[in-house]
Structures are given as structure tokens and as C-alpha cells.
């Protein structure tokens, strides 16, 4: 991992959780020891004046999780460049968010993407449409970092002569603190202002720039706060792919 540039911190946790596996942790979290959120704060209840809004925006940085392809849909590139409607994907629509957004608080309001080395360069040549996303001293994404495949049989690493890069998979959602700090891309923010960062995967279109919930977070002084909707017992998912057209899950 070192030889191959992957930054200290990223280094640090996949040795820890090396040594939990090695040590036969599973990571399983049995049900019997959690119990579902029934009664968590509601957005329509919370009291924040705008100018509490506005200054909680103001330090405010929107990240989206990018690492993901989509292949289960017929897609070999970021799933963010999947259409969603009306010749729009979820970079185009994320994009559009965030410029709205900063017009309407006056906010800097950065857009920030964790990319992963198979989603980084079709994704920045996509965003060049939106040149205006840039915020001055802030790039538009940082990597996930990559970790080694391993076998199941003795815990090595694999070893693949005819592709490297199918010895290494990036770790998931988790290394958004490791890559933030071993990118400087934490140091950046904080030296710009930053405070809080409202964080989502890039598919979901619902965890959109919103200065009430900015503010609610700030008053909270919480450290983090996950967001819950209420869904149905079923759902649908309706994606189109680029060779099968629409279809649903």
C-alpha cells in the first residue's frame, strides 16, 4: 500500500481492521441488539431564525459519495451518469442543487465529490459543463483510497499479472473520513471557513442543500447527525439503462 502512494491514514485503518479479521471479528451486528429509531426530530418542528440558517450554510460543504459504478445497469462508468429524466443524470441534477442553492442563501456552498479511481476522470469531464461549480482554493473531488483484494483462504493479497488493478478494490463509504484527511482536503476546508459537511450518496437526489437543517446541526453541536425518511414497506426503484431502456426494482 505504500508503494502505491496510498496515504498514511487509509494505511492505518485497513491494518486495523486486518487484524480484526485476522482475528476471526466478523463486523456482524446482531438484531437483538439494536432497536429501531421510532420518534426521531422532525424538519417541520425545528425552530431556527434564518439568520442562524444562513451563517450555518455559509460553513457548509455538500459531499457526495462517487465511488460506485453502475453495473448492475448496463453501465461500465460512474452510476451518477445514469439518466434520470428528461436527459438528465445525477451529476446534472446534484449540479443544479448546489448552484441553486447558492443563490438563493448567498452561500459559497462547495461541491465536493469522493471519487474512486475507476469514477474520477468520466466524472470531472463531465462537471466541465458546470465551470462555475469551482470555489476558489477547493478542488471539485478527492479520491477514495484503494486497498488490496484479499484471498478468502489465507487472508494474502491477490495477485492478477495480466490487470494490476484488479488486485485492489476502494474500502466503501467508510474511508470518507481517512481519504478527507490523507487527501489535505480537511486542512483546505477548514482553512476556507468550513465547518460542517452535509454528506450523501450520489444517487440520492433528496439530501439536497437545505440552511434550516444546516442550522438545526450547528444549534445541535452534535458531531453527526444521520437523516430518516419515512418509506412505504414496498419500494421502487426505476433506472434506465443505456442498453435495456427503463426498468424497475
Not at 484471498?151 to 495477485?159: G, I, M, N, Q, W
Not at 489535505?184 to 437543517?213: K, M, W
Request: charged residues 20%.
Amino acid at each position: 500500500m505504500i508503494a502505491a502512494g496510498v496515504s498514511a491514514p487509509a494505511i492505518e485503518v485497513f491494518s486495523r481492521f486486518y487484524e480484526l479479521l485476522g482475528s476471526g471479528a466478523t463486523g456482524v451486528i446482531a438484531e437483538d441488539t439494536i432497536a429501531p429509531l421510532l420518534d426521531p426530530p422532525m424538519l417541520s418542528d425545528v425552530d431556527i431564525t434564518d439568520a442562524e440558517a444562513r451563517e450555518a450554510i455559509g460553513k457548509t460543504v455538500i459531499i457526495k459519495l462517487n465511488g460506485g459504478l453502475g453495473t448492475s445497469m448496463g453501465l461500465d462508468k460512474a452510476k451518477t451518469l445514469l439518466n434520470v429524466r428528461d436527459g438528465s443524470n445525477f451529476l446534472d441534477l446534484i449540479a443544479r442543487q448546489v448552484l441553486a442553492a447558492r443563490e438563493r442563501y448567498d452561500a459559497r456552498l462547495p461541491l465536493l465529490l469522493m471519487n474512486s479511481f475507476r469514477t474520477e476522470a468520466d466524472t470531472l469531464e463531465y462537471l466541465a459543463k458546470y465551470p462555475e461549480l469551482a470555489v476558489e482554493g477547493l478542488p471539485l473531488s478527492f479520491m477514495q483510497n484503494q486497498e488490496p483484494k484479499l484471498r478468502a483462504d489465507d487472508l494474502t493479497p491477490v495477485e492478477w499479472p495480466a490487470d494490476p488493478s484488479l488486485e485492489w478494490c476502494p474500502p466503501g463509504h467508510g474511508d470518507l473520513y481517512p481519504a478527507l484527511e490523507g487527501s489535505g482536503v480537511l486542512d483546505q476546508l477548514i482553512e476556507h471557513g468550513f465547518r460542517y459537511a452535509c454528506v450523501s450518496n450520489g444517487d440520492n437526489l433528496g439530501a439536497c442543500p437545505n440552511a434550516t437543517i444546516a442550522g438545526w446541526f450547528a444549534q445541535s453541536g452534535a458531531r453527526t447527525r444521520p437523516s430518516c425518511a419515512a418509506a412505504p414497506s414496498t419500494t421502487r426503484r426505476v433506472v434506465t439503462s443505456p442498453s435495456a431502456g427503463p426498468t424497475t426494482s
